[in-house]
């Protein structure tokens, strides 16, 4: 098992309100495995995936990634296992403006004790023409790919992607799709994706629905679409 959620709570206070976002999860991830968390505003998707990444903490139950209990971590000791072994890619992509597409990805690789070769990974996201480009000068699209790329040279066992394509259009947004099918496929990266997007829950090997902060569904699909072929909603 490489991702294991036990009885997690997690509230947030703001003032006297006292929101329960997460109320008493449970969900195994395999390793190797694309899972996709689907769910309407607020239903608490984002905070899952926060509190998996170690990126925020829970009030109650545990959760362990990769053989670690993460909820025991303290502060640099997480710090420490974020950086070296999970990847995270965001709706922004996050780029540092002043380096070239070639130096981003790099800097994903030094995090790493056992990076990949950042110009096969190049590769792989389908930007090796692209290497001494800075952001300003690629597309939406081609921007989130140096970003999956950057998170894919440290060679993370999990990848997490906060809306990949909410900023993308269908088209865009099915490169970047195929590349995350393609690294999963290629490298063995899990992939846990959240998305309001419904189509593409069929690309995924398990799906989780959420509402109003529970699990209501977990769905495996015996058979998984191709990016290319995934409804775009
Ligand atoms: N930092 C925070 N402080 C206070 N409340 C928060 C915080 N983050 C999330 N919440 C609340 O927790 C609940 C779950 O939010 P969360 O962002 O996890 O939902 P979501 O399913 O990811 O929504 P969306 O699809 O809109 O991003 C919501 O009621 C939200 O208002």
């Known amino acids: 098992m490489l991702i294991s959620i036990q009885n997690v709570c997690k509230n947030y206070r703001a003032g006297d309100i006292e929101t329960a976002a997460l109320k008493d999860i449970n969900l195994e991830v395999n390793k190797g495995e694309f899972v996709v968390v689907l769910g309407p505003s607020g239903s608490g998707k984002s905070t899952l995936l926060h509190v998996s990444g170690g990126l925020d903490d829970v009030n109650d139950g545990t959760i362990i990634v990769n053989g670690e209990e993460i909820t025991k971590m303290k502060g640099s000791q997480l710090t ?21 597409v070639f130096e981003n990805v790099e800097v994903g690789a030094r995090l790493s004790h056992h990076p990949l070769d950042v110009e096969k ?16 000068q690629l597309s939406g699209g081609q921007q989130q790919r140096v970003a999956i790329a950057r998170a894919i040279a440290k060679n993370p066992s999990i990848l997490f992607c906060d809306e990949p394509t909410g900023a993308l259009d269908e088209e865009t947004g099915k490169t970047v799709l195929e590349v995350l099918q393609r690294i999963n496929e290629e490298f063995q990266t899990t992939i846990f994706l959240i998305t309001h997007n419904l189509g593409i829950a069929d690309m995924a090997d398990k799906v989780v629905r959420m509402k109003s902060g529970e699990i209501v569904e977990v769905r495996h699909n015996t058979h998984k679409k191709r990016a290319s072929e995934v409804s775009w909603a």
């Not at 420490?80 to 070239?100: A, H, W």
């Not at 990974?121 to 300003?136: A, T, W």
Request: aromatic share 18%; glycine share 2%; charged share 20%.
């Open 80 to 100: 420490n296992f974020r950086r070296k072994e999970l990847g995270f890619i965001f709706q922004q992509y996050n780029l540092m403006p002043n380096m070239t």
């Open 121 to 136: 990974v190049l590769q792989e996201v389908m930007l090796d023409d692209l290497f001494s480009q800075f952001p300003y």
